[in-house]
């Protein structure tokens, strides 16, 4: 009987500090973004709301961080690159860019959701949705990282 109250003791024990270090994790995850951002990129990331853009998706070393986000049509989401490499945020799928449908004579590959370019450490890019759907997208530069955008109305 003392071993199962033992083990059952150490069954707590290990939950509750699991639990603690998962909440621990959560709380740390939006302080270490702002800690991403590079010197010299105004030191912390814009909230929501600011300037022109009404949700913000940072690009850190784990990838797109929220990697889904909920809008509106026409709300404009704002790619901030707080992570030590290149990202460059485009519409799936790759390599074609081509699945949101929006394009004009100024998109660089197959829609306008698409940067264009690799965005450095401390660089921003927005895009405003004018198309209700789920819009997913990637990293032109490492494809495996993916995020998507599902627009309502």
């Known amino acids: 009987m003392t071993r199962w109250i033992s083990?059952?003791?150490?069954f707590c024990f290990f939950a509750g500090a699991g639990y603690f270090l998962w909440q621990t994790y959560a709380a740390d995850a939006v302080a270490q973004i702002q800690a991403d951002v590079?010197?010299?990129?105004?030191?912390?990331?814009?909230?929501?709301?600011?300037?022109?853009?009404d949700v913000l998706i940072a690009f850190?070393?784990?990838?797109?961080e929220p990697s889904t986000?909920?809008?509106?049509?026409?709300?404009?989401?704002?790619?901030?690159?707080?992570?030590?490499?290149?990202?460059?945020?485009?519409?799936?799928?790759?390599?074609?860019h081509s699945l949101?449908?929006?394009?004009s004579p100024t998109d660089c590959l197959g829609?306008?959701?698409d940067a264009c370019r690799g965005l450095k450490p401390g660089e921003s890019w927005e895009f405003t949705f004018d198309h209700v759907g789920e819009w997913r997208y990637h990293d032109h530069i490492h494809?495996?990282?993916?995020?998507?955008?599902?627009?309502?109305?």
């Open 7 to 10: 083990v059952f003791l150490a």
């Open 38 to 53: 590079p010197a010299g990129s105004g030191g912390e990331v814009p909230e929501a709301g600011d300037d022109n853009f």
């Open 60 to 64: 850190t070393n784990k990838g797109f």
């Open 69 to 96: 986000v909920t809008i509106r049509k026409g709300q404009t989401v704002r790619w901030v690159n707080t992570s030590d490499e290149d990202v460059w945020p485009a519409s799936a799928v790759h390599p074609t």
């Open 100 to 103: 949101y449908p929006q394009k």
């Open 111 to 113: 829609s306008d959701f």
């Open 143 to 153: 494809a495996y990282r993916t995020g998507s955008v599902v627009v309502t109305e």
